[in-house]
Each structure stands twice: as C-alpha cells, then as structure tokens.
C-alpha cells in the first residue's frame, strides 16, 4: 500500500517539477536579454561591471554565518539588508527542506531573489514551497483510487509541511471521516494531533494544561494549596487559579473570559491564553472542529 501512495507522489513531484522548470527556463530568458541590453552600455558601465562581478564571487566564495543578520534587515546595518542574504538563504534552506520551516525560506528566496536562481534551482524551491499541496494532491489521488488509509497518512505529511494552512486540517478531517476515526473536537500543536480533546466552554476553547504546555515544550507546574497551574518557557510565566477569572502573566494580573477548570480530574485552561502567551498562534477550524496551535518558523530557528 505505501508503494502506491510513494509512486503517486513521485508522479505529482514530476509534474510539479517539470512545470517550475518550464516557468523558471522562461525568466532566464528575460536575463539573458538583460545581460545583451547591458553589454551595449558604454565602457566605463562596462568596467564597473566587471569590478562588480569580481566583487560577488568574492562574497561567493567566503563562508557566512547564518543569523538574521545574514538573512535581512538588521539594527547593526541601519535597517539595510544584509550584504550576504541569498548566500545564507541557501544554506539555510539545505537544512530545513525536509522540515516547516523549508517552505518559508524557499519563499523568500523565489520572491527576494528571482533574478540570481538558476532554472534547477527554480524548480526545487517550487516544490520545496509546495510541498503541502504536493501531498494534499496525492492523498485526493490515494482517496479516488480506494486507499482512504494511505490518504490520512499522506495529508498528516501535508499538515507538518505547512502548520498554518487551515484548509490542510480541513482536508485532513475528510479523509479522517471516511476511514472510520473518531470525529470532535482536536488539538493540533505544531502539526502534532494530540490524544487529548478540547472542550467548549460558554464559547472559549478549553485544553489540558500539561498536554499543551508541554507540546509547546514549556515547564509546568501545580500548586495544591493554591489551585492555580504555571507554565513558563523563555522568560515569559503564566499562572492561572481554578474556578478564577483571573490570570497572571509575568507577574502582572489579567482578567479571563473563562476560568480554568477541573474536568474528570484533568485541569483544562483557556488555550488562547496559554498559547498567545508563550508566542505561538492559535487558530480554530471550524470544519473540523481543530483547535491548531502553531510557532511560525524563523530563519533563524530552522538550523
């Protein structure tokens, strides 16, 4: 079975690929007119040219660091970009392309630096950016040929490639009905389904605490005397008080639309206020009932 959703990929990555070079063989041509057009201006542009081109294979050749710096704007340069941005991209995106984040940085080279990739280079980072559709493709194609199972597997891969593509959850829940699983409500954290199933309270979306937090890969912890829970992760603390419409973040007091609660002895909180809190995004699909709790990947996180 896996062979079958494996070969229908490879058919879709084909296409996929085989269009991107097509679109990227024809920009090359808009350079190389460029480049005639260039070739006509007087002697002195001429020289410059060549000091230019000097200049970049020196930069080509030295080794860069890959930080923000690197990649863009930056306080030290004034707000200017950085002077090594599509080198450190490229490197960059050789390390995450298999991950999240390998979308995001082959978008902003096909957007920033069209002009400098090759027509390979096109290609891939089409297919690296796409990557979600890709799947989501071939798991329509498993689910028409029958194969229902392989087809939730296959949009799983989808919802990892791209953790903010709503419709991919959506997608996913489809497939997920017509195999038999369990429908409600969901937690999705980072791609990640979670055994673990919200609950609607007076219209705020209530998860548990420690399933949660710790998928956000924050500390946490419970105090009996108190009834009250505390999350923290990179110097930001979140402490909520059971049955109290009262929260504490860093110390300084926040009034709650929804207390958190002890649901068949598991502590539920509001997931809007956890989530926000410790940076992440928090979505609701309201297809599918999914509660998606995200990071949105950064340069600069992904290596």
Known sequence: MRNTWTALLACILVLGLAAGTAEAKQGRGNGQENKQEAKASDKDRNEKSSKKDKHDEIKKNTPVAVTDDTYGESKDHKGHKGHNGYNGLLQAVENTKDKPA?????????????????????????????????????????????????????????????????????????????????????????????????????????????????????????????????????????????????????????????????????????????????????KWEPESQSVVVYEQPTTSEAL
Do not use: H
């Open 102 to 282: 390998g979308a995001v940085i082959a978008n902003l080279l096909l957007t920033k630096y069209p002009d400098r990739l090759t027509s390979e280079q096109v290609a891939e980072l089409e297919l690296i950016r796409n990557s979600d559709k890709a799947l989501t493709k071939a798991a329509e194609l498993l689910d028409k040929n029958g194969n229902v199972t392989d087809a939730v597997y296959m949009q799983e891969e989808a919802v990892l490639a791209d953790v903010s593509n709503l419709d991919s959850y959506k997608k996913l829940d489809v497939f997920s009905r017509k195999a038999g699983r369990s429908s409600g409500m969901k937690l999705f954290v980072n791609g990640e389904k979670y055994d673990a199933e919200p609950i609607n309270r007076n219209g705020t979306t209530l998860v548990p605490f420690r399933t949660a937090s710790e998928a956000l890969n924050a500390k946490v912890s419970w105090d009996p005397k108190e009834k009250a829970v505390t999350v923290s992760r990179n110097g930001v603390s979140v402490k909520l008080f059971v049955n109290s419409a009262k929260a504490y973040i860093n110390g300084q007091p926040y009034s709650i639309e929804q207390p958190a609660s002890i649901v068949d002895g598991t502590t539920m909180v509001p997931v809007r206020v956890i989530g926000e809190a410790l940076g992440a995004n928090v």
